[in-house]
């Protein structure tokens, strides 16, 4: 196989769009004829030797080249590598995690950017992305893609009704990052984590809302645009820093809260196994005991055993606590000197636990609050106490 067009593949451009690319400019009826001899060098390349299915299931954790869906793609690359004496590095094939769903609809392309330079953008074949976010200028629908053809032809031929709405995270995550090289995969870690920071902070905001009467305006300083790239710690660090507090206690409350979100819910963890450590050194440079709970039950909370009287405790389940429950462990568990929590009084009440008196289930008992509180100073933990990790 010999080619003639061999232009280079850009970074945010997919390998299955580069090479459809070369097919078109190289004279091939489509791009599947160029993958199939791609393929077949392949096996003559590697002199009848094929990936195994366990050493490709191996992979396929940490290398979406070896899913099932993307080998064809992990075959031509190799192929194509030896055609063209060039590499290919994994992290710019911008490869779906998934088989994507492609329909015609997915075909689209800004005239703009395809006029200054003919080749599909990876991002163009997200569902959600729309609009441009260099020329503001909502994408057109193409039944193929247009190589060799004027972008002026393709005018009449779309449905502008069809594009209502841009994705503003794909959006803002393209305007800070793209020009660092932001791939596929990036793009979609960062959706992940920007929409995980959303639902929390909107949690930490209703819950300091109804239970501490505190309102804080976080939208504002929800900054994607800016925070998109940093690390979880540091974007969390960034929304606290704009935040006004009238007291230190109340900066306390706020962090707090913003673990306990965390962890009740388990947002941001999956994504970062450094996220864990910070929360761990987090909790502890608020106070021992919110460091003792995180690290001691992770998501459970202790209750003492009423049959017994031994005070031997059994976790209940942090998941189940209502936010009134939530609240009243906050207040009583220590976290927070009494000194501390006066300042959350303003004309007396500044904070509410509610009427009823909170109730966890351990199994088929019921138990009350207060015997969490009673039994919370007797937990032991073993633990060496972790420094505050300090942030960049
Ligand atoms: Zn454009």
Known sequence: MNLIYRKRKYFDESFPDYLGRLAYWNG?????????????????????????????????????????????????????????????????????????????SDNKICRKCWEKNSYVRFYWREGCYKVCHLHSETLIKVKSIPYGTSVSSLTNDFDIDAFKYNCKI???????????????????????????????????QRFLKS????????????????????????????????LHFENKPQEKLLRVVLILQIVRYNFLIKMCSTTWNWILSESYSLSPFLYSYIKGVKSNLFASNEMTDNYVVYPVSFLSFSDRQLCKFIIESSIFTSNELKNFYKGGKSYSTGVLEPRGILGRMEVDYDKYKDATGKNVFDIQPAKRKILA
């Open 211 to 242: 239970r501490f009467l505190w309102e804080i305006d976080v939208e504002r300083y929800l900054d994607i645009q800016l925070v998109a790239g940093l690390s979880i710690p540091s974007r969390l660090e960034s929304v606290i820093s704009k």
């Open 28 to 104: 091939y009826r489509d791009s599947e004829v160029l993958v199939v001899s791609l393929i077949n060098l392949y096996k003559d390349i590697a002199g009848g030797y094929d990936i195994s299915e366990k050493e490709r299931k191996k992979l396929s954790d940490f290398n979406v080249e070896y899913k099932r869906h993307n080998l064809k793609w992990y075959k031509s690359r190799v192929a194509l590598e030896f055609v063209l004496r060039e590499y290919f590095p994994l992290s710019e094939l911008n490869l779906y995690e998934a088989p994507p769903k492609r329909s015609v």
């Open 170 to 204: 794909t959006k803002a995550i393209l305007e800070s990052r793209i020009k660092m090289g932001c791939s596929l995969s990036d793009l979609h870690f960062e959706m992940a984590v920007a929409i995980d920071e959303i639902s929390l902070w909107g949690r930490v």
